[in-house]
T-cell receptor, first 112, second 114 residues
């Protein structure tokens, strides 16, 4: 158990819909990272938050957004969903810097 | 920009044989290098991490990796494969403050032949 909790484990929805993925980091970790894993693109970095502030952005679509709340949990919002958004979405947390990132079990999103 | 190349998307070895998974990196600054393992339907688990303290890094489950700057490589090895090692392995690179994200290779699926 990495200590990083992601909910829900599975999500099935339709095209055009909006979903929210939730991540609770390990106790004491200030950084939260979101990654997308798909057959086409592999593991891709989406976005990083550090203590409530956005720190880095990767190949995140404009339809996607994230935030980190005062209690340090984070949410990834995906809107106007397309078939190609079907993927495994991972959250990771670390204390910051180039320290070890601990990964959650992921949320599997299926867009039908 | 940092990048990682993993040679061989699939590797098969016999139980008890040497495991060698290849990783080459590109980074404009001294890199931090990682190997993660992903078992089916699970998240990524850290095997080991290189942070410039020592070029030979020992990880969990008998795995180790050697950092070779001249070859820009960070290959993962295990002397004797076990059936439980069957999984997907990812090499990743990050830099430091200001660029902490992990850039992953495409992964290598390891199959163990009984």
């Amino acid at each position: 158990d990495s200590g990083v909790t992601q909910t829900p484990k599975h999500l099935i929805t339709a095209t055009g819909q909006r979903v929210t993925l939730r991540c609770s980091p390990r106790s004491g970790d200030l950084s939260v990272y979101w990654y997308q894993q798909s057959l086409d693109q592999g593991l891709q970095f989406l976005i990083q938050y550090y203590n409530g502030e956005e720190r880095a952005k990767g190949n995140i679509l404009e339809r996607f957004s994230a935030q980190q709340f005062p209690d340090l949990h984070s949410e990834l919002n995906l809107s106007s969903l397309e078939l190609g958004d079907s993927a495994l979405y991972f959250c990771a947390s670390s204390v910051g810097g180039a320290n070890i990132q601990y990964f959650g079990a992921g949320t599997r999103l299926s867009v039908l | 920009a940092q990048s990682v190349t993993q040679l061989g998307s699939h590797v098969s070895v016999s139980e008890g044989a040497l495991v060698l998974l290849r990783c080459n990196y590109s980074s404009s600054v001294p890199p931090y290098l990682f190997w993660y393992v992903q078992y089916p339907n699970q998240g990524l688990q850290l095997l080991l991490k290189y942070t410039s303290a020592a070029t030979l890094v020992k990880g969990i489950n008998g795995f180790e990796a050697e950092f070779k700057k001249s070859e820009t490589s960070f290959h993962l090895t295990k002397p004797s494969a076990h059936m439980s090692d069957a999984a997907e392995y990812f090499c990743a690179v990050s830099e430091n403050f200001g660029n902490e994200k992990l850039t992953f290779g495409t992964g290598t699926r390891l199959t163990i032949i009984p």
